[in-house]
């Protein structure tokens, strides 16, 4: 799982920032639509999704649990792909599917983490990713009737929190793979 991850640490940084731009553009325009935050939604999710799917086809042969970050990927691509093709869905639809979204996505960050725990340390940040974007989900359900102008900044503050914490996780992968390489090219 590591290698998977340690390879592939700049596609988890990419993922980190864009989610961040995401939710500084949420704050930026607080007064979007219901349209615009639904083409808004549709091209992260894009974005995430590629990038997921990325990381997950260019790990090594035989690295274990690949799959996940391909499944998010496809997750991501089709949630996106959705909000493009169906732009006059409602308010509750898309507040529906952005909770399921992050629900899904976030248990698969939380699996990931887990098993990265029995290889390195540090994967406590792809934990809180996980749980931040569970939380989200969870919130969403409950109160779908938020105003658009709530939802906006909710979605904002949960993408630059998730975009913050991958992209922590994206370096202290680097730095992991960093001190690894060097052990493993000059062993003792």
Not at 22 to 47: H, Q, S
Not at 59 to 70: N, V, Y
Not at 74 to 82: D, I, K, M, Q, T
């Amino acid at each position: 799982m590591h290698t998977a991850f340690t390879i592939n640490w700049w596609a988890l940084l990419l993922r980190g920032i864009a989610a961040i731009i995401f939710g500084v553009l949420a704050f930026v325009w607080p007064g979007l639509t219901l349209l615009t935050l639904v083409f808004l939604f549709g091209a992260y999710a894009i974005i995430d999704g590629i990038f997921a799917l990325v990381a997950g086809f260019r790990s090594p042969r035989g690295a274990r649990r690949w799959w996940w970050l391909a499944l998010v990927g496809v997750v991501s691509v089709l949630a996106g792909l959705f909000a493009f093709v169906m732009p006059g869905v409602t308010g509750y639809t898309l507040l529906m599917l952005i909770a399921a979204w992050a629900i899904v996505s976030g248990i698969f960050e939380i699996v990931a983490a887990i098993e990265m725990r029995k290889e390195i340390t540090g994967e406590w940040m792809l934990v809180l990713g996980g749980v931040a974007s569970v939380v989200f989900g969870v919130l969403m359900m409950i109160n779908p009737v938020a105003g658009a102008l709530a939802v906006a900044w909710i979605i904002g503050v949960y993408a630059i929190v998730f975009g913050a914490l991958l992209v922590g996780a994206a370096f202290r992968l680097r730095g992991w793979e960093n001190s690894h390489a060097g052990a493993t090219a000059h062993p003792a």
